[in-house]
T-cell receptor
Framework: AQSVTQLGSHVSVSEGALVLLRCNYS??????LFWYVQYPNQGLQLLLK??????LVKGINGFEAEFKKSETSFHLTKPSAHMSDAAEYFC?????????????FGTGTKLQVIP | EPEVTQTPSHQVTQMGQEVILRCVPI?????FYWYRQILGQKVEFLVS????????KSEIFDDQFSVERPDGSNFTLKIRSTKLEDSAMYFC??????????FGPGTRLTVT
């Protein structure tokens, strides 16, 4: 079984401040981990993914995430928030190989960027 | 980059009607999925499909739902008799052997 827990359903940061969105995972096998972003009334866009290579993963729009096995975490960060980063962010997990690899999503974190 | 497409982008239907949501997965992919997202909630897995049969389904995917790959390109989700609570965004996804699922832009289903 696999699951993700996103801490904080809403996060507010000032423009230019550090963005930190927290995600902890649970998986019986080494996981694949993802962060998706969803803008209002739009679909899911993949920001970045961890697939057992480098533990620090760089994604689009200046975001990155670090896989920490000891903490079972995969927190998303961006050094300097931009107004255009306001959206909902979903952490997700899937099994790495074999099986049918359904993706299990977290409940999402809405990021508000304050000018 | 290849992409998954979905039609229509928005479907409005009356309660009790049948709807078919269509998806065109990436051409060389073998695994197909449907997810849904009720407004304000998280994205939930509905069903996975491989080798022309359902490989896994969630408890949401009851007898009112069915999936089909009628030809070599389309992947459809049918809801036989829609209920108000079926109103949601429905996402199709497909996967090759590389482990990454590509999601479509979604179909917003509104049941009135």
């Amino acid at each position: 079984a696999q699951s993700v827990t996103q801490l904080g359903s809403h996060v507010s940061v000032s423009e230019g401040a550090l963005v930190l969105l927290r995600c902890n995972y649970s998986s019986s096998v080494p996981p694949y981990l993802f962060w998706y972003v969803q803008y209002p009334n739009q679909g899911l866009q993949l920001l970045l993914k961890y697939t057992s290579a480098a533990t620090l993963v760089k994604g689009i729009n200046g975001f990155e995430a670090e896989f920490k096995k000891s903490e079972t975490s995969f927190h998303l960060t961006k050094p300097s928030a931009h107004m255009s980063d306001a959206a909902e962010y979903f952490c997700a997990v899937s099994a790495p190989s074999g099986g049918y690899q359904k993706v299990t999503f977290g409940t999402g974190t809405k990021l508000q960027v304050i000018p | 980059e290849p992409e998954v497409t979905q039609t229509p982008s928005h479907q409005v239907t009356q309660m009790g009607q049948e709807v078919i949501l269509r998806c065109v997965p990436i051409s060389n992919h073998l695994y197909f999925y449907w997810y849904r997202q009720i407004l304000g909630q998280k994205v939930e897995f509905l069903v996975s499909f491989y080798n022309n049969e359902i490989s896994e389904k969630s408890e949401i995917f009851d007898d009112q739902f069915s999936v089909e790959r009628p030809d070599g390109s389309n992947f459809t989700l049918k809801i036989r008799s829609t209920k108000l609570e079926d109103s949601a965004m429905y996402f199709c996804a497909s996967r090759g052997d590389q482990g990454k699922q590509y999601f479509g832009p979604g179909t917003r289903l509104t049941v009135t």
